[in-house]
Nanobody, 125 residues
Framework: QVQLVESGGGLVQPGGSLRLSCAAS????????MDWYRQAPGKERELVVA???????NYVDSVKGRFTISRDNAKNTVYLQMNSLKPEDTAVYYC???????????????????WGQGTQVTVSS
């Protein structure tokens, strides 16, 4: 069983900062891709940024220069540093992990597409 647990959301004023964390637990040997999605009220869920195991990243244009993703492979944890937050960044932020290598009872296997429960980020004065 794999679980993703996010933390760090909250209410912040425009121009402020927040740092989200997402820790994956379970019989995990490695994780290929970890990413952050967000879903604002009345909108579809969108990919914010992805990072692979080697550290290559891909940001949506609207957050480039403001958000920074990082990961700690030893801890199976991904972080999202969000600076210069805008009201339009308000959303539920979801952690996602894909292409996991699991190791259980001496056997390796591949698993796909795990989601965290989401954490609310509200940017408002």
């Amino acid at each position: 069983q794999v679980q993703l647990v996010e933390s760090g959301g909250g209410l912040v004023q425009p121009g402020g900062s927040l740092r989200l964390s997402c820790a994956a637990s379970g019989s995990i040997f490695s994780i290929n891709v970890m990413d952050w999605y967000r879903q604002a009220p009345g909108k579809e869920r969108e990919l914010v940024v992805a990072i692979n195991r080697a550290g290559a990243t891909n940001y949506v244009d609207s957050v480039k220069g403001r958000f920074t993703i990082s990961r700690d492979n030893a801890k199976n944890t991904v972080y999202l540093q969000m600076n210069s937050l805008k009201p339009e960044d308000t959303a539920v932020y979801y952690c996602h992990a894909d292409r996991l290598t699991l190791f259980r009872n001496g056997i390796y296997s591949t698993a796909y597409d795990y989601w965290g429960q989401g954490t609310q980020v509200t940017v408002s004065s």
